[in-house]
Every structure is written in C-alpha cells, then in structure tokens.
T-cell receptor, first 114, second 113 residues
Framework: DAGVIQSPRHEVTEMGQEVTLRCKPISGHNSLFWYRQTMMRGLELLIYFNNNVPIDDSGMPEDRFSAKMPNASFSTLKIQPSEPRDSAVYFC????????????FGEGSWLTVV | GQQVMQIPQYQHVQEGEDFTTYCNSSTTLSNIQWYKQRPGGHPVFLIQLVKSGEVKKQKRLTFQFGEAKKNSSLHITATQTTDVGTYFCAGWGKETSGSRLTFGEGTQLTVNP
C-alpha cells in the first residue's frame, strides 16, 4: 500500500516567495496532520484535519501560513511570503481516525528559504 | 500546557551495550506512543501503550508505561548499528481536548560498531 505522499521532497526558495507543499494521505484515513521539525523546536503540530475539516490550527505560526484540505485525498500547506526562519522539514501525516491511532508520516518536504 | 520531556537528549553506546530513554509528562496521559526516526528519515510508529503499568516487548525493545501514567521508558538490549536514530515519545493527555499529541524532544542514539 502507498504511504503518505508528499511533494516536493526538497525545495529551495528565496525569501518573499510563495511556497506550496502538497500531501496525499493514506487512502481511507480520515485524519491528516501537518508537522514541522527543526533542530531548535523539535516536532511541532501545525494543523490537524478530521474529515477534511480543520480541527486544531493553534500551531500555525502566523498568518503567513495557511492549510487547506479540499477533499479526502489532498491537502496543501502554503507559506506566503516565506522567510528564512521557515526553513525546516515539513511532515504530513495521516491516521485512521484521529491522533490516538497510529500516525503514519510522509517522508517530509525539506524547505530552505534563503 | 502539557509538556513531555525526554532524557537523555543524546546517548552514545558501543554495539552490544544496552540503551534506555525516559519520557516524563507534566500531566497524566491517556496513552503514549513511541516513534523512531532514522537520520534523514521520517518518524515511524513503534508502539502504543495505554494501560497503567503496561509492558510490551518487540524483540530487543521493551516499552513500559508508568503506574501513574505520567512516565514511560524504552529499553533496547544489546544495541546494534541498525538501532541508530532518534527515539521520540508522544503523549496524549487526559486533560487535553482536541488533537494535541505532544512529542518529546527525542533521544538521539548513536551506536559505535
């Protein structure tokens, strides 16, 4: 079975540019998560969707970040405008029914903002 | 808010030695999950503990959940080079509403052959 699929795997962009990260969760999973990982802050939950509806977006750093889930098989995380401090690995993850079930992580999108 | 702390932050061992990482929560947990992340990789689920005092084993790995459900440990017997990586615990708090599964900072394990 295909796991969580993320794209792009690596992105280098200039400060001020828009960045869009994409995610396809595991088929049949109705919960989707966006995490950010940095050396300084570890793994941080940015936003959690359940049945395509955002449930908890309290981890979204600021208005420059937005996430959407237009259907059960696709989600985007957008940063506009990007800043160097946004450089991190962004993981998308999904689970069958919420965070109390096993969470399956994608391979991550490595973002560098210069 | 809920905090989950892990110690040690780093551990270097010789191959064949044992390794233990400890996870402590500031609040009582409903359950705790453990993940392993290889260098350059993504977190991979290892196990979930739910019951007070629960002990689970996976080959050389032993996981424990404290009686008070506020701490947990992962013990690896006779480490191998394939055990290299960062081990995270993640706790779901009883008092937590919504979705906040809180990850510890992780213990980075290196194994010298």
């Amino acid at each position: 079975d295909a796991g969580v699929i993320q794209s792009p795997r690596h992105e280098v962009t200039e400060m001020g540019q828009e960045v869009t990260l994409r995610c396809k969760p595991i088929s049949g999973h109705n919960s989707l998560f966006w995490y950010r990982q940095t050396m300084m802050r570890g793994l941080e939950l940015l936003i959690y969707f359940n049945n395509n509806v955002p449930i908890d977006d309290s981890g979204m750093p600021e208005d420059r970040f937005s996430a959407k889930m237009p259907n059960a098989s696709f989600s985007t995380l957008k940063i506009q405008p990007s800043e160097p401090r946004d450089s991190a690995v962004y993981f998308c993850a999904s689970s069958l029914r919420g965070p109390w079930f096993t969470i399956y992580f994608g391979e991550g999108s490595w973002l560098t903002v210069v | 808010g809920q905090q989950v702390m892990q110690i040690p932050q780093y551990q270097h061992v010789q191959e064949g030695e044992d390794f233990t990482t400890y996870c402590n929560s500031s609040t009582t947990l409903s359950n705790i999950q453990w993940y392993k992340q290889r260098p350059g990789g993504h977190p991979v689920f290892l196990i979930q503990l739910v019951k007070s005092g629960e002990v689970k084993k996976q080959k050389r790995l032993t996981f424990q959940f404290g009686e008070a459900k506020k701490n947990s440990s992962l013990h690896i017997t006779a480490t191998q080079t394939t055990d290299v990586g960062t081990y995270f615990c993640a706790g779901w708090g009883k008092e937590t509403s919504g979705s906040r599964l809180t990850f510890g900072e992780g213990t980075q394990l290196t194994v010298n052959p």
